[in-house]
Structure formats: structure tokens, C-alpha cells
């Protein structure tokens, strides 16, 4: 940690893509805390003999018109377009994403059962139920067919929550509703469209996601980026946090870390905020990066794999999207576990291997140079139905506090790279408006 600063107007804790952001944009009277070694969260990379890997597929999509300008300044000419080539791998067979509008290929009965219960589907009537859950809104969508053999059992596997016992607050952005004929004509192999917020998506040509995040940080002032430096305590009533033992002031604290973990920070948190942290739910990825001393047979992106008897619920191939992730001839993977279970790495490689092969992510067991197992702690919010009540009471406990929770796990929601920076944007666009220093101020600090 570089030198501990007595106080600043801006304590922003966490250098992922939200705490850079927000400085960026707040500019002037911010120090940042991150407590890792170097910028990045969950954007960041890691590269080993040539390969390169994310933290799982981070392929980015950009809404935002500042935010492609911000992208697209920072990094220019060193991101490439890549037209999405993802899909699923079930019953043997490789068929198009979304499965939902591509069921051409899958078994014939498969594909009827799919068809029928899609065209006969009905909301499902849940007498006195008041939330409307996310295996609801699988059947009323797609009915009971596309439901079992991929949006159940792919989710369930993805979540580590069955979807009856989540909610479908998430998903509207994410799961792609075909219509009627679009089905019809994806069950024949007729269905031209590519569906999907992510079709196209941009990637740094060299260096992996990371090159996102490390150029937003080479944009701030060094002094003020305090790497090595967890807060260990937020002091609400005080305004101070207290990093390497020292404690600083501020007016206004930004908090990226998980939400979770901001609450256990608090010196005395009051009993409804203890009440609501309890209920916060969230799951854990267990993935592996393998790396390949061939390329693979198949040039698919990722695949989605909803089968039960496969140890794995997806698998992707950075080098497919970006040759610089490997080195010639060679491919760097990722392959996220269906089990969050601790295992040894050469039990698990003994499950993923045969399903690489089989899938056509590898071309023989022989091409394995290296693999490490790799878990992220805080990975997906589970939307329960405590989530609503629970987020609210934190939030405005926090900003009755001054203290502003943003991002993927300070906002506790389900967002991309983009919609972590847009937050850091709009959070220190809001402190820059409320915490307005009067001239007087301004003359005395
Ligand atoms: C498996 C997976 C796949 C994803 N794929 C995509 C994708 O393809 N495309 C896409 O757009 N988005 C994707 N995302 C989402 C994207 O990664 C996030 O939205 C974004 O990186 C979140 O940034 P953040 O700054 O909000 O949080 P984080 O990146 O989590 O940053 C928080 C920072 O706080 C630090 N910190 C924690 N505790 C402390 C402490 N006590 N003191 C100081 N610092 C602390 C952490 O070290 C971290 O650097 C994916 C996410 C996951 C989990």
C-alpha cells in the first residue's frame, strides 16, 4: 500500500470496473482501497506459459453511448469485434443458442415432446402464490418440454438453486423469448436469426479481459490507487474506515465489495440490518482453465451443456474468440463444474476430460498441458424471495449512512462489466451533485 492518506472527500472501496469507474469520474478528492494486488475484480486475468485466461468467458457488450466512447478512448484499436459462435451440446449432438429457438438436430422425440408442450403451454396456476417464481416463467414461456431438457436443469446447474425457488426478477434481459414461429421454424433448422443481448461482443486482441480494467487504472492518479489494502472496518456513525490499522475519514464511501461482506464491516450494525445480511443469498463458481497444446476440433466460443451426467454446465474456448489467449497451435479453456464441491484437481480433470473430447472442445487427452482449479467466492446473487425486502432495508440503511453499495455485489443484482461501470458513472456523478462543497469549503480544505 502506498502512503495512508489522512482523509479524502471520496473512500472508494474495491478496484473492480465499478470502483475505477467512479473514480474516473469523480476526478478530484477520492483515494481508493482494493485488496487485492492489483486492480481488476473479477475482470481480471491471468496468463501462464503463453495462455490466457478470464475468470470464466467475460465477453463484453457495450449499450451505453458514454460508455463506448469511454471503451472505445481507452482501448481504441486493441478491442476486436467477434460475432458470437455459442451453442448447446446435449443428446450427443451440437445444436444453435438459444435452445429454445433451435431445436433442429436434437432427437426426433426430443424434439416433438419440445414442440407440443410449447404449443400447448399455459401459465401455471399457483393459487396464493404472490412472487412469481423463475421455473414459472420457464413453463408459461417455453412450456414443460424445453423446460426439462435444457432451461431447468442447465439453470439449476448454473445457480446452484432449483428455479422454483428463485424468482424471475433477473432474467427478462438475459433469456431471449422467441416467437411462435420463430420456434416452429428452429425445430425445422429454418431459424435465420441470431438471438440474444450478446451476438456481438468486443475483446482486447491481446491480454485478455483484464486489459479493460488496467487501462481505466492507468488513467487515475497512482497515489490515489492503494492496492494490498482490505478495509477491515467501516465506521458509520464515525464516517471512517480502517485500512492497515489506520483509520480515514471521509464524506462519502463508495463500497464495490459484496454486500455481505460491507455488513460484516460494521462496527455495531443494527439488528435489521444483521436481520437482512442473513438473508442475502449467493452461490460460488468452481471452474478450471485448461490449456491445450492443440487447437480444438470444434470453433465454438462456449457451449451450454444442461446434462445432468456431465460434470460440467459450461464450457468455453477463449482462444476461439481471441487467437492472443494462446500461443500458436495451442488453445486456453475454461470449464465451469456443476459441483461446488472441493475435489482434487486430477479427480476432477478424470470427469472433464471425456466430456472436452466428446464435445469437441479438445482432441485427445494427450493434448492437456496444464489445468488449475479455480473458484470465485461471490459469483451469482440468487434472487430468493427475500431478496427485495433484504436489498432494501441495506441500501437505505447505507445511504442514510452516506454509504453508497454499487456494482455487480454492492448493488447485490445481476449485471455485466458495462453495468458496473455505468453504476460507477452514476455514483460519482450523484456525489459529485450532493456532496457539493460550498466556496467556502472549497477554500478552507
Ligand atoms: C462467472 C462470471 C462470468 C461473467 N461473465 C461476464 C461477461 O461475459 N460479460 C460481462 O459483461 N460481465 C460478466 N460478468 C460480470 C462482471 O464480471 C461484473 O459485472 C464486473 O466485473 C463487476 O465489477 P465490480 O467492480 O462491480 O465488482 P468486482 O469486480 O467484484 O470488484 C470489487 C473489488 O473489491 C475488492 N474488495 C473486496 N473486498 C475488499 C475489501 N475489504 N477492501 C478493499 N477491496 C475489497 C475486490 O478485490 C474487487 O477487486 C461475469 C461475472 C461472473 C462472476
Redo the contacts with the bound molecule.
Keep these: 500500500m502506498s502512503q495512508t492518506p489522512q482523509g479524502a472527500d471520496w473512500v472508494i ?9 467512479a473514480a474516473r469520474y469523480l476526478r478530484h478528492g477520492w483515494q481508493l ?4 494486488s492489483r ?6 486475468s491471468v496468463a501462464r506459459q503463453g495462455h490466457i485466461f ?8 457495450l449499450r451505453d453511448r458514454g460508455m463506448k466512447r469511454l471503451v472505445g478512448g481507452l482501448l481504441g484499436d486493441e478491442l476486436v469485434a467477434v460475432g458470437r459462435r455459442s451453442g448447446i451440446y446435449s443428446h450427443g449432438v451440437h445444436t444453435r443458442y438459444p435452445f429454445q429457438a433451435n431445436l433442429y438436430g436434437l432427437p426426433p422425440a426430443v424434439v416433438f415432446e419440445c414442440l407440443q408442450t410449447f404449443l400447448d403451454r399455459k401459465p401455471p396456476h399457483r393459487p396464493g402464490r404472490r412472487v412469481r417464481t423463475f421455473e414459472d416463467f420457464i413453463l408459461e414461456h417455453f412450456g414443460e418440454g424445453i423446460a426439462r431438457h435444457f432451461m431447468i436443469p442447465y439453470n439449476a446447474r448454473l445457480w446452484g438453486v432449483h428455479p422454483r425457488d428463485m424468482t424471475d426478477a433477473w432474467c427478462r434481459r438475459f433469456v431471449p423469448l422467441p416467437s411462435r414461429d420463430e420456434v416452429l421454424a428452429g425445430a425445422v433448422g429454418a431459424n435465420l436469426t441470431e438471438m440474444g443481448y ?1 451476438v456481438r ?1 468486443l475483446y482486447p486482441r491481446q491480454g485478455g ?1 483484464e486489459r479493460l ?1 488496467a487501462s481505466l487504472a492507468e488513467g487515475l492518479a497512482g497515489d490515489r490507487v492503494h492496492c494490498n ?4 472496518r467501516v465506521d458509520h456513525l464515525g464516517h471512517r474506515v480502517r ?1 492497515g490499522g489506520e483509520w480515514i475519514g471521509y464524506r462519502a464511501l463508495v463500497s ?3 454486500l455481505p ?2 455488513c460484516k ?1 460494521l462496527a455495531a450494525p443494527p439488528k435489521p440490518v444483521v436481520r437482512a445480511a442473513e438473508r442475502l443469498r449467493w452461490t460460488s ?1 468452481r ?1 478450471l482453465n485448461v490449456a491445450l497444446s492443440h487447437r480444438p476440433p470444434k470453433d465454438f466460443h462456449w457451449i451450454y451443456v444442461p446434462q445432468a451426467k456431465y460434470p460440467a454446465y459450461r464450457v468455453g474456448v477463449f482462444s476461439n474468440a481471441s487467437p492472443g489467449n494462446a500461443p500458436a497451435r495451442g488453445a486456453s479453456l475454461y470449464v ?1 463444474l456443476a459441483s461446488r464441491a472441493h475435489k482434487r484437481l486430477d479427480r476432477q480433470l478424470g470427469q472433464v476430460v471425456p466430456l472436452l473430447v466428446e464435445s469437441g472442445a479438445m482432441r485427445r487427452p494427450d493434448d492437456l498441458k496444464f489445468a488449475t482449479s479455480e473458484c ?1 467466492d ?3 446473487v440468487v434472487f430468493d424471495r427475500h431478496y427485495h425486502r433484504a436489498r432494501r432495508t441495506l441500501h437505505s440503511f447505507f445511504a442514510d449512512h452516506d454509504i453508497y453499495p ?6 447485490w443484482d445481476y ?7 455505468c ?2 458513472r452514476e455514483v460519482a456523478k450523484l456525489l459529485r451533485k450532493r456532496y457539493k462543497r460550498t466556496p467556502d469549503e472549497s477554500s478552507t480544505s
Design positions: 472501496v474495491g478496484g473492480g470496473l465499478c470502483g475505477l469507474t482501497f482494493e485488496a487485492g486492480p481488476g475484480g473479477v475482470a481480471r478470464d475468470q470464466t468467458g467475460h465477453w463484453l457488450h450478446n461482443f479481459i480494467p489494502a482490505p478495509v477491515e485500512v464495490t465489495v459484496p461482506e460491507l464491516m463458481v471452474y465451469e470465485i461471490y459469483a451469482y454499487r456494482g455487480r455485489y454492492g448493488s449485471g455485466s462489466m458495462e453495468d458496473a461501470m453504476e460507477g
